[in-house]
């Protein structure tokens, strides 16, 4: 077995920001994997070790030099790379400079099948490994790509933050490796007050060891103990639970070489504040995990991640309490400022807050949202109350968009709205129909809890899908700025629990209110670009819910877009043809050749004198198909529907067995292409069956 050694490469420099060093793992490993692979030096596991002050390659078991190849690669035949004169033809230069050699090099040699052929044979010889590892380094750490870099020194090199030394090692063996102003060394640094070193690295086997010996941890070991930690904290106080989101959680765990875990404690007064705002200045201000309760609530307790010296915990409290005390003051007088004033003051304010350029303000929007809103109530509960409570919610939905606390908290606009209605004794139902109209967020995400809320979030949802499709300016593959994919996701699931709306003409009633507004668009064009974007949207919802494909397509093709229409028909014939699924292709099949047969320009009158009995049993099952077709989708019996669209299947097939279609005589042949659209009218309303052949 060849000799191998652990390889080393560590960029130590100025504490480099959360984010992009998370992102910086990523690439890292990528990049060195490559390199070794690309300069076919045989290597181990790749792992990656970071801290705020570091980005470390750990590589296992690196080859100390890249194999010899010699290689034999076989050209044209000899009567083709030379010609009469003996000279080397286009074939044979082609050849060579394939092979990389020169002409002359190429070597004549029969081969097994008796013909003689040219050949190229070439040695490539072992390249050292502390060569490879050297220009690999180099260009790795240059070929970081960071969000923003920086220069320093009197060279032109940049990087996130300043390198201050770089550890590369093959063994014990340094590594030539030269960036900046700075060359490889044996040493690393540690914990920069509690171990600040440099610490020789013996080899790079050992690399960790002494990491840990100058109190520095990797990611892995750091989370290890601030979960431990938070455990704990959770462990003395039953019941209680740590608030730790995982982006934010992350987040500390690179800004921590040594992590402690400490608890701190904020004034009761604070409490009285809206507990989103509280935890939301000391998760993204100060990276403080707050303390919840047995019953849920907030308490005054939070968790700090401390990166100091275990001895100093007392005064690491202090300042911390001192710091979110500041923070919390500030949270305060924002909610106690914005309680001084009423909703509907800060509506009125919405008129100088834009929308979107072309779309006009928020307060239009408002005014949109209202109407929208108190349509779907009317049509959804018919009840005047909710009515009134739908329209009001709309109007104070964005009032708290200029409200101080929101300003400084964007995160909370909706939740502090609801608590401003709250205190100004709105109606509970305005109030929580305020503080859940931004649901559902994404896909698989709560609703709003009441039919008020509901109304509101889907009307401000579709007002702004319709407005962008009405200005020409859609989602793309790339470009989602307004969130229109997530938008139509969260009508369809809220239009889901609302089945007596109809999509289509609210989405009439969007673009209506747009034109009254004054903005100019083909409706038509722009109804029908909305209509067939939400169609997408039901299309690969259903697949989600593992309904077959062709029994979506057979329902996509008759235009319906009701969510929970759509996605109930496309699942009952479904359910259907699983049943019977012989049946359900014959009839597809015979679908599919009447609809072809057919024209519709002749209408669907049949001339009951002129028929044979296998037209007239036809006919007779397309009566009774159309009236318990008719009454099964006026029940909203989708499955009931399917199997009466079944029950044709018996009396097709025996019709084009027995009959001539293309009768000769074309009165004969005109009342059996009126009969054939009459059978394919009973599917109309509830799917295209042809979509269900697999002999299409």
């Not at 290689?71 to 394939?98: H, L, Q, S, Y």
């Not at 939070?302 to 005064?315: L, P, Q, T, Y």
Request: some cysteine; charged content about 30%; glycine content about 6%.
């Amino acid at each position: 077995m060849a000799a191998t050694k652990d390889f080393l490469l560590e960029i130590g420099t100025e504490e480099m920001p959360s984010a992009p060093l998370l992102k910086a793992i990523v690439q890292y490993k990528k990049l060195v994997s490559a390199g070794l692979d690309e300069a076919g030096l045989a290597h181990g596991e790749v792992r990656v070790i970071s801290t705020p002050r570091r980005l470390a390659a750990c590589v296992k078991d690196v080859a100390l030099a890249t194999d010899e190849i010699n290689e034999v690669m076989r050209g044209p035949k000899c009567e083709i790379a030379f010609d009469a004169a003996g000279m080397p033809t286009k074939a044979a230069e082609g050849f060579a400079r394939k092979a990389g050699i020169e002409v002359s090099k190429l070597a004549r040699r029969v081969d097994a099948d008796g013909h003689e052929y040219v050949f190229a044979e070439r040695t490539i010889p072992s390249v050292s490994a502390l060569k490879i590892l050297s220009e690999l380094s180099e260009h790795t750490i240059a070929a970081l790509d960071w969000p923003r870099s920086q220069r320093w020194g009197s060279t032109h090199e940049r990087f996130v933050r300043p390198i201050r030394w770089i550890c590369a090692l093959l063994g014990s063996e340094v590594v030539p490796v030269r960036y900046a102003d700075v060359v490889s060394l044996n040493t690393t640094r540690g914990h920069r007050v509690l171990g600040p070193g440099p610490y020789v690295v013996e080899d790079s086997s050992v690399y960790e060891q002494v990491l840990e010996d100058a109190c520095v941890l990797s990611a892995e070991r750091r989370r290890e103990v601030i979960l431990e930690g938070i455990a704990r904290v959770e462990a003395e106080r039953p019941g209680s639970h740590v608030d730790a989101p995982k982006t934010v959680f992350d987040e500390v765990i690179n800004l921590t070489e040594w992590p402690s875990v400490l608890v701190g404690t904020f004034d009761e007064e604070f409490l009285k504040v809206p507990h989103e705002i509280i935890t939301e200045s000391m998760l993204s201000n100060q990276r403080y995990f707050p303390i919840y309760d047995a019953d849920g609530q907030l308490t005054r307790s939070f968790i700090i991640v401390s990166n100091a010296d275990s001895a100093c915990a007392e005064r690491v409290i202090d300042g911390n309490e001192r710091v979110v005390r500041a923070r919390l003051d500030d949270a305060k007088f924002f909610f106690d400022e914005d309680l001084k004033r009423p909703l509907d003051e800060f509506a009125e304010r919405l008129s100088d807050v834009v929308f979107q350029e072309k779309l006009g303000t928020v307060l239009q929007k408002v005014g949109r949202i209202e109407k929208i809103a108190a349509a779907l109530a009317e049509v959804d509960s018919g009840d005047n109350r909710a009515v009134e409570l739908a329209r009001r919610a709309a109007h104070l939905s964005k009032a708290d968009l200029v409200s101080q606390a929101v300003v400084e908290f964007t995160s909370q606009q909706g939740v502090m709205g609801g608590y401003y209605a709250q205190a100004a004794g709105e109606d509970s139902e305005v109030a929580d129909a305020i503080r859940e109209q931004y649901r559902p967020r994404f896909a698989g995400d709560a609703l709003p809890s009441g039919k008020i809320g509901r109304y509101v979030a889907a009307a401000d949802k579709l007002d702004t899908i319709c407005g962008l499709f009405a200005i020409n300016e859609p989602p793309t593959g790339s470009s989602d700025p307004y969130a229109v994919r997530r938008a139509a996701i969260g009508v369809i699931a809220l239009l889901r629990t609302m089945p007596q709306v109809h999509l289509k003409n609210f989405i009439r009633c969007s673009l209506e209110l747009y034109a009254r507004q004054g903005l100019h668009f083909d409706a038509q064009s722009v109804q029908a670009d909305v209509e067939a974007y939400f169609l997408g949207r039901l299309v690969t919802i259903g697949r989600d819910e593992k309904i077959s494909q062709d029994a979506i397509d057979a329902v996509a093709h008759i235009g319906v877009i009701d969510p929970e229409e759509f996605l109930l028909r496309a699942r009952s014939l479904d359910e259907a043809r699983a049943h019977d699924p012989e049946n359900f292709e014959n009839l597809a099949v015979a679908y599919n050749r009447a609809a072809k047969l057919g024209d519709m320009s002749l209408g669907t009158d049949v001339d009951e004198t002129m028929l044979t009995a296998p037209e007239e049993a036809l006919l007779a099952a397309c009566k009774e198909g159309e009236k318990n077709v008719a009454e099964a989708l006026e029940d909203k019996n989708f499955e009931r529907a399917a199997v009466c669209l079944g029950k044709l299947r018996e009396p097709i097939d025996r019709f084009f067995n027995e009959v001539l279609v293309m009768d000769e005589d074309a009165t004969v042949r005109g009342n059996r292409l009126r009969l054939l659209n009459r059978f394919t009218q009973v599917f109309e309303h509830v799917a295209d069956i042809g979509a269900l052949s697999h002999k299409k």
